[in-house]
């Protein structure tokens, strides 16, 4: 007799942000296309949809070294047991070394960090697309930079930013955590 091999459902993904000027948008429009995601800005993504879910990714702008609308994440992670969670965080930096420890112990208790799994990708920078609050808060990391009697490549990069919109986002970076999800679920 022959018998039907049971249907396994598709697992279902979703891939939720939070981008002030852009550069973390594209990032998730990227990974969602690759791993066949559903994607949501974070203002869409409440607990009940997040529920419908067996993978979830979230990527957040870095605001001095806190992502941005993490809360969603941090909030729900024990109501999100046995799902498996991918965090990205985007900022202007390059990748250096020990940011991946920084961010998760800046954002992240101990328990929660033993839940997720976090990468980081390398964004960029527009001050005319941020909002009123993002803009006070770099005109005083600029008056505050111009102060200073010498700068780190880094700073001076910064402060040339304020002028030319720089972008450093390459769909390629997102093959870590693109493999990293394939091989969990
Ligand atoms: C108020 C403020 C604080 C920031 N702090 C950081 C930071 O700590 N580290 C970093 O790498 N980038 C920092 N940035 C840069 C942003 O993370 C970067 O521009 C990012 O690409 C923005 O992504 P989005 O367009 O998705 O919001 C900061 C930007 C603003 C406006």
Known sequence: MHHEQPRIPPIKRAVVYKSLSGFTKKYAQWIAEELQADLFPVQKAKFALLSEYDLIVYGGSLHAVGISGVGIIKKNLCRLAGKTVVVFAVGASPPAEGILEEVLNRNFSP???????????????????????????????????????SLTGDEKGILDAYDHPVDFTDRATIAGLVRYVRSCK
């Open 111 to 149: 328990e929660q960090r033993s839940l997720i799994r976090l990468f980081y990708l390398r964004g960029g920078f527009d001050y005319s697309k941020l909002d009123l609050p993002g803009k006070i808060l770099m005109t005083l990391l600029k008056w505050k930079l111009r102060r200073k009697p």
